[in-house]
């Protein structure tokens, strides 16, 4: 039985029961193990308690999960407090970690697959990735304990096919601004993302020199157990282009074809891209997230992350700070408005709001500077910026100010920010 291909042509699926558990298939197949990160694992037994199928055991030292055993139905995937539970690898079938491995282990073996140590970036994301984290200073690292990100296990000459599943407008009927919450659905083909990545869709056709459309990177919008928790799909926000930063009429090719698109259409996608833009996983950890317009799409996905997991108290705060024209613009308005206040503190700023100031990020950053502040200095809090290009400058010199007026200086904090990988931005 031969599943989807990856980019190097090995079968990829799941170790769901119905494909066959390690069945040999006529062609080198890969499959996805579930692991258990004995580094970030406090040793609670709430997994092996939670798991149905006694999928799970342990020694003195480590939490293991059988693999011939766990089919994924997650069930231990929320109650864990930690995080450790979600982890996994790729493996060659017939090849997984066996349980003396995982006794033996420290931390989680560095993902080795041929699928990600054998291919490049495509240059498209290499050239976007370098222009929308220039605002840091060049490329950051990830937190030190964001999960293990996978990446690029689809090239775009060899794409996986998505279904659409969703196409819901999330900007008001009113709205000049059409954004899109995209839904696809990845059917038993692997491809695990975390909040913060993003994938590359390639629309159908071609330019005017007849060449195949390039692909375009988007965003994932929802959290890494997919739109729907257990199901294997991810969210896109996407909005509908039909004028260039000029102002100019013109309709964005790969906007316009997913925003146009109807359930059940089957949509070109490769990727996932990104391995640094990921958010922390420890308990305790704060996220600072500023972002204008359709830049929300990574927030959105680490808001459903912590508001899925809220129920297990794990501490930290969420900040947002989030600019759009005027409410109706503002992707996610309706569901942002019903998030407990204990979840999030959200701090709009509306620049197009008839008689009313303009108001950007910046401004509202200022206006809450002892709690900005405050966050800055705290090493368990990490800061996010996605958007527009030109909000870069002034969050800078809302930072600096505020600093300024604390008696800190932004000239000094913004490297040890980055250098204990605090410092996030991805600004188009
Ligand atoms: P938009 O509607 O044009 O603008 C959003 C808000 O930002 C408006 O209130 C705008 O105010 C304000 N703004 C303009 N210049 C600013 C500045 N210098 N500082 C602070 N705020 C400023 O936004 P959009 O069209 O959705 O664009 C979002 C950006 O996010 C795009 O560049 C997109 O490429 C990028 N992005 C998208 C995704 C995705 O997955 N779709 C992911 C990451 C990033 P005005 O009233 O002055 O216009």
Known sequence: MAGPKDSLGFVIRFNYNETVMNAPTETSSLVRQHLIDPEICIRCNTCEEMCPIDAITHDGR???????????????????????????????SGQPYSLEDQYSWDSLPAPTNPEIAATELPEDVTRITEIAQSGQGGPSSPPWSAAHPYVNLFAPNKPVTATLTGNFRITGEDASADIRHIVLDFGHTTFPVLEGQSIGIIPPGTDANGKPHTMRLYSVASPRNGERPGYNNLSLTVKRVTEDHEGKATKGICSNYLCDLEKGAQVQVCGPYGSTFLMPNHPGSSIMMICTGTG?????????????????????????????????????????????????????????????????????????????????????????ICGLKGMERGVDEAFRDICRMHGEDWEKLLPVLRSQSRYHVETY
Not at 69 to 92: E, F, K, L
Not at 327 to 353: C, H, Q, T, W
Not at 355 to 368: A, L, S, W
């Open 62 to 92: 480590n939490y293991v999960i059988k693999f011939e055993i766990c089919n994924w139905c997650n069930d231990c995937m929320g109650p864990c407090p930690t995080g450790a539970i979600d982890n996994s690898r790729t493996v060659a």
């Open 296 to 384: 929300s799409a990574p927030m959105r996905a680490m808001t459903e992350r912590r508001r899925r997991r809220m129920a297990l108290k794990e501490g930290g705060e969420l900040f947002l700070f989030f600019g759009a024209r005027a409410a109706n613009e503002l992707p996610y308005f309706g569901p942002l408005m019903k998030l407990p206040k204990e979840l999030i503190d959200i701090n709009f700023a509306f620049s197009r709001v008839p008689n009313q100031p303009k108001q950007y990020v910046q401004d509202k950053i200022r206006e809450r500077h002892e709690d900005v502040v405050r966050m800055l200095k705290d090493e368990n809090c990490y800061i996010y």
